[in-house]
């Protein structure tokens, strides 16, 4: 009695921020976790955030000694996003569920992407909002408070299953034809529910700048095995990849990026 609650203390919530940023979604890395008040019961993993969102998060939070402890956990941490987000080749945010206020979170982080070449967001059923949100967030500023270009290094785009129809094809077709993402070589929108119409408007702004638009699920395999391949043979790289087999179905992944929510082969 008269203890403040787990969820309103500043460690454990920064704590939390750290494991969602950067710990790799192997079953063997986390453990069966329950949320009693979710609609399936398993607790699910929210969108990395932003140093700039966390530390407004933090703001509500109560430290032993926030004078000591509140500027030491945001070093912390945007040392921590810098260098795991910055460093990933591959990020695949696949299959989570995030919508509304947990899709804008994940976008802010995409401009600390910097050396990132393949780009999952497949299966987020984010639909036209999700796909004008993500259109908006490529051709802007490229950080939450502006400066840069966002996701400059990106050359493949996977975002299957998504739900997005012509609106959302529209947005993201302007944002190619605006000059987003400047080294884009293959953008897969395959399984989404955008008409004929929709998909020649994607082809025609991709086509502008010599992008393969593609709309077939193999190809994002073979996209996704090269630039897997190649990542973890780049023996000089000092942040180089490290590739661990998922003992549960025998699938590589990528262990010191984001993963997705169901693990490799899914997008």
């Known amino acids: 009695e008269g203890s403040v609650p787990y969820h309103e ?10 494991a969602m940023l950067a710990k790799p979604n192997l079953r063997r890395c986390w453990p069966m976790l329950y949320d009693a008040g979710a609609p399936s019961g398993e607790a699910s993993r929210e969108p990395p955030l932003h140093p700039d ?42 299959n989570n569920q995030w919508h509304g206020a947990a899709f804008e979170s994940m976008l802010e982080v995409l401009p600390l992407l910097e050396r990132c070449e393949l780009l999952g967001l497949s299966g987020m059923r984010c639909g036209d909002d999700g796909a004008c949100a993500l259109a908006t967030a490529l051709g802007g ?34 944002a190619v034809a605006g000059g987003c993402c400047p080294q884009l070589r293959t953008l897969n929108l395959a399984a989404n529910v955008a008409t004929e119409e929709g998909k020649q408007q994607i082809e025609r ?24 391949n190649r990542a973890a043979h780049t023996k000089e790289d000092a942040n180089r990849t490290e590739v661990e087999e998922d003992a549960n179905d025998g699938a590589s992944t990528i262990v010191d990026v984001i993963a997705d929510k169901d693990q490799w082969p899914s997008l």
């Open 141 to 174: 500023a490229g950080t939450w408070r502006g400066g840069g270009s966002t996701l400059g290094s990106l050359q493949h785009a996977i975002v299957m299953r998504n739900e997005i129809g012509d609106r959302g094809f529209a947005a993201l077709a302007d």
């Open 9 to 18: 203390r500043g460690w454990p919530t920064c704590e939390r921020a750290w």
């Open 205 to 228: 702004a991709c086509a502008a700048r010599g992008i393969r638009a593609e709309f077939d699920v193999s190809a994002a395999r073979k996209a996704e095995h090269s630039t897997h």
């Open 53 to 94: 969102r966390l530390e407004a998060v933090l703001g509500t939070k109560r430290f032993t000694s926030r004078k000591t402890d509140l500027p030491l956990v945001l070093d912390l941490y945007r040392e921590t996003a810098i260098a795991v987000l910055g460093g990933a080749i591959e990020v695949r945010y696949a």
